[in-house]
């Protein structure tokens, strides 16, 4: 058997969006999903969060469901808008008493919440008068954390202001296949280093509240290996690739600065939207930070006319191809479980003893699979993947990465996001019309992995 660390965190992770449902009760704001969503044209069957997994009503016997699986951990994010429902400082106090709740019967289980502030639903009325394009979003965001700390930070004591801000920049304003559906390039910049800005201005706001929480940035990572790497065309798109999504937050966070790469070839779009002190406060210090890992993108000679989903190379005028290879999930990623351990070793050798402990936040698969004549769901493959990427942890563990726990995404098959309810991530699978739970024997293979503490 190969063993974790001791104390090593397992949990399972959900966004609010993605399962609450109850998008128009309890006073809740529109966010900006809700109006994308409703968009025809935008979501795959037009579907949307307005039902979700109905977790607002059913999260007592979901609750129970993590309790039994032995979860340790449980990373959801609040919906901004539920709280303030047009993202001003008018609280919405059945909002207030919902999370309560739901974070007193977790820790009544002995489950710890990892609290996400910002899983991409911003509220539609901060959007109206400019969205992350917009300091004041900023400042917005600085008071909504504040409060969250006040209100909840007596019983919750780990954080991250945002979740996956290359997808905030890029998904949301670069390619527009995400809320709030802009599609610019010099925008996207601009909202990244916002992003950065407002992660900065949450710490400080939600430390000057208390002193006692543990706060990190999300960030999802991947490597870009170029076929050729002798070929200056696919090195130089491999280095822009990963600037613009490792090291342009890593850079950040640790040097107070952005990857000259990206200054030399963009500057022109972005460095007017960096003011006196953004830099100084972007080096705020994190007590952990948390890794979503997937897969790694390739990056081969130019194929200009197979352009691939949620793809930003073409945008940012790389001549490539990126088309995976080998076996494929049903999101058609590749599987790259050693492109973890490589990402988790080269952030160990870059920062030494300045990195913080790390967290692997998401990591998962979309399988279709779904119940058989008995009732079972076998769902091998996922539970392949996530061995797979499990051992790539204890590899980088072997090569003296400090890492502190795993969230599998997902707890239940869920609203993903522009691709509806087609793609299935969760280890519990979901009726949507009966809103009925079946553990999947992903579900079943966890819990053992929990117990023993290993493989």
Known sequence: MRSFPEGFLWGAATAAYQVEGAAQEDGRGASIWDTFSHTPGKTDNGDSGDVACDMYHRYPSDIALMQGLGLKGYRLSISWSRLFPNGDDVREERGFAFYDDLINKLLAQGITPYITLYHWDLPQALEDKGGWQSRETIAAFGRYAAAVAEHFGDRVKHFAPINEPWCVAWLGHGLGVHAPGISDRAIAFKVAHHTVLAHATAVNAMRAVRSDL???????????????????????????????????????????????????????????????????????????????????????????????????????????????????TDMGWPITPEG????????????????????????????????????????????????????????????????GGYFQWSLMDNFEWSLGYQKRFGIIHVDYESQKRTLKESAHWYSRVIERNGL
């Not at 280095?239 to 937050?249: C, F, P, S, Y």
């Not at 194929?303 to 073409?314: G, H, V």
């Not at 913080?356 to 008995?374: K, M, R």
């Open 340 to 403: 973890l351990t490589q990402m988790l070793v080269r952030w160990h050798q870059e920062f030494g003893d300045r990195l913080p402990q790390i967290f692997i936040t998401e990591n998962g698969v979309a399988y279709p699979d779904g119940p058989d004549a008995n009732g079972d769901i076998q769902d091998q493959r996922r539970i392949s993947f996530l061995e797979q990427h499990l051992n790539a942890i204890l590899n980088a563990i072997a090569q003296g990465v400090d890492m």
């Open 214 to 328: 543990k706060i990190g940035p999300v960030l999802n990572q991947a490597n870009y290996p170029a076929d050729d790497p002798s070929d200056p065309v696919q090195s130089h798109a491999s280095a822009i690739l990963d600037a613009v999504q490792n090291r342009w937050w890593m850079d950040a966070i640790f040097y107070g600065k952005y990857p000259q790469i990206l200054i030399d070839e963009y500057g022109s779009e972005f460095l007017d939207a960096i003011l006196p002190g953004d830099m100084e406060l972007a080096q705020t210090k994190n007590d952990w930070l948390g890794i979503n890992y997937y897969f790694d993108t390739r990056v081969g000679p130019s194929d200009a006319a197979n352009p691939i989903q949620f793809d930003n190379s073409a945008l940012l005028g790389l001549a490539i191809d990126s088309t995976p290879r080998g076996p494929l």
